[in-house]
């Protein structure tokens, strides 16, 4: 399993690639904010990714590679992220269909960048609705309902950050556990697998 680095304007990034021979397209995930690509949820994804013979890319943030637990601003994880894909694009996963996605943050990060990065789909595992316990209710769906090509929510159904609703071209299934995904790992990459079958069958016009 290669582990290239990535130049971004804030710092390196690390990706994991896990090559699927002959592969139909590329899925690249990113951590959540406190976490790494470790992530029971972010396993189960990519197993199911290389079953379904993707090639798939787990991305550390350049803070998370300096050592930083806590993120920086959305708009430095939205510009490493980008440049994150575009390096990507141009080498590993040239001329291959891209997913794009993560776990929590990291899916918001996608939902937020996926017109500059050109992916075809976006996954969010465990996507942080709104955030439980704040004054101030800080409600995400439009980072969601923002995002074109299909989507694919794979949500705890004790999520103590709610489960966003089904929409056009957004699918959302539940799966034992809370916001961790760590009940079920099972759930998750069959949940995961079903999709991109169907993206296989042309769902994402690919």
């Known amino acids: 399993m290669p582990v290239i680095e990535i130049d971004t304007p804030h710092g390196l990034a690390r990706a994991h690639v896990h090559t699927s021979a002959d592969a139909k397209g590329a899925l690249v995930l990113g951590h959540g904010a406190g976490g790494g690509v470790e992530a029971p949820d972010l396993v189960a994804a990519r197993k199911a990714g290389l079953s379904a013979r993707w090639t798939v890319v787990l991305v550390e943030q350049p803070y998370r590679v300096a050592g930083r637990r806590s993120p920086p601003p959305a708009s430095h994880l939205d510009t490493a992220w980008i440049a994150i894909v575009e390096h990507l694009r141009a080498d590993r996963l040239q001329n291959l269909p891209v997913i794009v996605g993560g776990r929590s943050m990291g899916g918001r990060v996608a939902c937020r960048t996926v017109e500059q990065t050109g992916a075809v789909a976006v996954l969010c595992l465990a996507f942080p609705l ?77």
């Open 130 to 206: 709104e955030p439980p316990g704040r004054k101030s209710p800080q409600n995400r769906l439009p980072e969601l309902e923002a995002v074109a090509v299909p989507v694919l929510v794979v949500q705890g159904e004790r999520d103590p950050f709610g489960t966003p609703p089904p929409g056009p071209s957004r699918d959302v299934v539940t799966v034992p556990g809370d916001h961790g995904l760590k009940a079920d790992p099972d759930a998750v990459a069959a949940a995961v697998g079903a999709w991109l079958a169907r993206a296989g069958a042309g769902f994402l016009r690919l």
